[in-house]
């Protein structure tokens, strides 16, 4: 996706072929800086960080973080340390393990010495495959809003998201708003409405960053605002992203996600989830159970970070001083409420037998 005029992925191998640059997501929208990668550690730190953020992301950062600690340390025992150095950054997101454990799979048989080109070229795979997913997802979902614009002509198909599942949560395109970025790309009128996304604002700081650039015309709403407006008919569907996606089709996705599924489903919404396969996880077989939930500190929620009028980068308290605080990062969605899962293999109900035939070869690496 563009930046002024120029072309930018997320991530991506530094001219000198061994650093990775990435974009800095702490510092938008009110700063465009680029981060350079060095070693295994640094890779972890943007992770846990959220330097680096969004579930694809997540895991293409980790495959380069591998390639990283190959430079540094072929032995076996830098491959598992390497591994479980990143595995430990963030709990939610499957795209995490499933980037590890390519590469540890694939890099366990080979000869210490070939370990890191193959882990480089493993790396640059993951991230070019999720572009191609991410452009799968994209004409998948655009049936669905090209079927809204034809059933009222002349008029702007409102979409609305949470959180940010756009081009900086993947490598490019991203998930929830491939379609969107297609759809307005091919000239049908859409309109976002972009949940804040409380308490780390990606909806506010990041999608609205995004769309802008991309030139789509977007508005942003506090979170609570989205019930409001499916009352009042002035949302068409909403398409959201996921962090993992149970075997029962349940969906783990940014905390209020769920809400919205709710007020979607009571006003006769559809709700839309949109997912690379890596995402899918067969391991687990009810989401809302089994989905490990990151709980992020408090300083999230009793404090904000915006620009003064002067220009300055300033935090704030909001919060009292002593009130306890919680924050849960994610919630699951019930696959009840989820009106179909829009995949790079096409639009599937949110259950078993749909995801398993779609993507058999998926349960066979989950069984291992
Ligand atoms: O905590 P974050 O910012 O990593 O959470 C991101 C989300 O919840 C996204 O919706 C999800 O990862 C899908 S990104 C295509």
């Known amino acids: 996706m563009k930046v ?15 650093s990775v640059s990435a974009i800095d997501q702490r510092r938008l929208p009110h700063e465009f800086v680029i981060a350079r990668l060095t070693n ?5 730190e943007a992770i ?6 969004g579930a694809p992301l997540i895991g293409a950062t980790a495959a380069y973080g591998m390639a ?8 076996d025992a830098g491959v598992d340390r390497a591994y479980q150095m990143l595995i430990a950054t963030r709990p939610t997101a499957i795209n995490l393990k499933w980037a590890l454990d390519e590469m540890r799979r694939m890099l366990r048989p080979l000869a210490p010495s070939a370990r890191s080109d193959a882990a480089y070229a493993r790396a640059d795979d993951i991230a070019e495959e999720d572009v191609g ?5 994209a004409e998948n979902g655009l049936a669905l809003i090209e079927a809204i614009a034809a059933a009222k002509p002349g008029e702007t198909v409102n979409v609305l998201t949470h959180c940010n599942a756009g081009w900086l ?12 970025y297609l759809a307005h790309d091919r000239g049908i009128k859409v309109h976002v409405w972009v949940d804040e996304t409380r308490p780390r604002n990606q909806g506010a700081s990041l999608t609205a960053w995004e769309l802008g650039h991309h030139g789509v015309p977007h508005t942003v709403i506090p979170d609570n605002t989205g019930g409001h407006l499916m009352q009042h008919g002035k949302v068409d569907l909403a398409i959201v992203g996921t962090d993992r996606v149970a075997a029962n089709g349940d969906v783990c996705n940014k905390i209020g996600t769920y809400l919205k599924a709710l007020a979607a489903h009571d006003n006769g919404v559809p709700f839309y989830v949109a997912l690379p396969s890596p995402t899918i996880d067969f391991t687990v077989a009810d989401g809302i159970t089994q989905i490990p939930i990151e709980q992020r500190g408090a300083e999230e929620v009793t404090h904000m970070t ?13 919060v009292p001083e002593g009130s306890p605080v919680a924050n849960y990062a994610f919630d699951v969605t019930p696959a009840r409420l989820v009106t179909g899962l829009i995949t790079e293999r096409g639009v599937l109900k949110a259950d078993r ?7 058999p070869e998926r349960i066979a690496t989950a069984a291992e």
Do not use: Y
């Not at 295994?40 to 972890?44: H, L, N, R």
């Not at 997913?133 to 997802?137: A, E, F, S, V």
């Not at 915006?306 to 980068?313: A, H, K, L, Q």
């Not at 037998?353 to 993507?359: E, G, Q, Y």
């Open 4 to 18: 002024d005029g120029r072309h930018f992925r997320s991530i991506w191998r530094g001219t000198d072929g061994w």
């Open 40 to 44: 295994c550690v640094e890779a972890a």
């Open 48 to 53: 846990r960080s959220m330097l680096v953020r």
């Open 68 to 75: 990283l600690a190959m430079k540094d340390d072929r032995s």
């Open 133 to 137: 997913i991410n452009r799968g997802i």
């Open 169 to 180: 949560a993947t490598v490019d395109w991203g998930t929830a708003t491939a379609p969107i």
């Open 306 to 318: 915006g620009r003064t009028p002067d220009g300055r980068i300033e935090t704030v308290r909001i």
């Open 353 to 359: 037998a749909s995801l398993a035939a779609a993507f």
